[in-house]
């Protein structure tokens, strides 16, 4: 459950800053986001690895509250929210299969908290404090000491004037991060509904 909770939040390195943050960080007009699609590698530091376990895959927004999430190696796996719903499929013999069970409560209310700061809400958030930085960062640290022991904070990092992110660093102890570095962003294109639906 660590584990998924550290994806999650990392998925809202695509986030986009509210029209307030995007002209105070960027000096920018607000950027209307109907829907957002991207590739990342992310990188995981650990004090008893030699050098990062190194991850990669695409990332799938649409407005107001679908995800999609897939890992491509080393390890095939499809997080998707159709419409608020959340389902997790991992790659077995070339078959998807679903996984079940305890999690998926938490899953959702950890992936609402996503597509809100997708949607622009990242000074809103129950969960986090932002305090934004110059240079295009935005810190978020958690206000209840519960997840503060899993997550000490959250740094996200603008993509020059778009509003997109460059990166997002999570640091779950003194030593270990996870960075999820992002490319070929695409803003507001459409995406066929059967993308949140089927891996």
């Given at each position: 459950m660590r584990s998924?909770?550290?994806v999650?939040f990392l998925?809202a390195?695509l986030g986009?800053?509210?029209?307030?943050q995007?002209?105070?960080v960027a000096?920018?007009?607000?950027?209307?986001v109907?829907?957002v699609?991207?590739?990342?590698?992310?990188?995981?530091?650990?004090?008893?690895l030699?050098?990062?376990?190194?991850?990669?895959?695409?990332?799938?927004?649409?407005?107001?509250?679908?995800?999609?999430?897939?890992?491509?190696?080393?390890?095939?796996?499809?997080?998707l929210?159709d419409?608020?719903?959340?389902?997790k499929?991992?790659?077995?013999n070339?078959?998807?299969?679903?996984e079940q069970?305890?999690?998926?409560?938490?899953?959702?209310i950890v992936?609402?908290?996503?597509?809100?700061w997708?949607?622009?809400?990242?000074?809103?958030?129950p969960?986090?404090?932002?305090?934004?930085?110059?240079?295009?960062?935005?810190?978020?640290?958690?206000?209840?000491?519960?997840?503060a022991r899993?997550i000490?904070r959250?740094?996200?990092?603008?993509?020059?004037?778009?509003g997109l992110?460059?990166s997002?660093?999570l640091?779950?102890?003194p030593?270990?991060?996870?960075?999820?570095?992002?490319?070929?962003?695409?803003?507001n294109?459409?995406?066929?509904?059967?993308?949140?639906?089927?891996?």
């Amino acid at each position: 459950m660590r584990s998924l909770i550290v994806v999650l939040f990392l998925a809202a390195g695509l986030g986009f800053l509210s029209p307030a943050q995007a002209q105070d960080v960027a000096g920018q007009s607000p950027v209307r986001v109907d829907s957002v699609q991207a590739e990342f590698t992310q990188e995981k530091h650990l004090p008893i690895l030699v050098r990062p376990i190194i991850s990669k895959g695409t990332f799938v927004f649409q407005a107001p509250a679908s995800l999609r999430w897939e890992y491509l190696s080393p390890v095939h796996s499809v997080l998707l929210m159709d419409d608020g719903r959340p389902r997790k499929f991992i790659e077995r013999n070339d078959q998807f299969v679903e996984e079940q069970g305890m999690g998926m409560d938490s899953m959702a209310i950890v992936l609402q908290e996503i597509t809100g700061w997708l949607d622009g809400h990242i000074s809103d958030t129950p969960t986090f404090k932002a305090k934004v930085q110059e240079g295009g960062l935005i810190v978020l640290t958690p206000k209840e000491a519960a997840l503060a022991r899993i997550i000490s904070r959250i740094e996200l990092r603008l993509a020059g004037r778009s509003g997109l992110m460059e990166s997002v660093t999570l640091y779950e102890g003194p030593d270990s991060l996870t960075r999820l570095i992002f490319s070929h962003g695409v803003l507001n294109e459409k995406i066929p509904p059967a993308t949140f639906m089927k891996p």
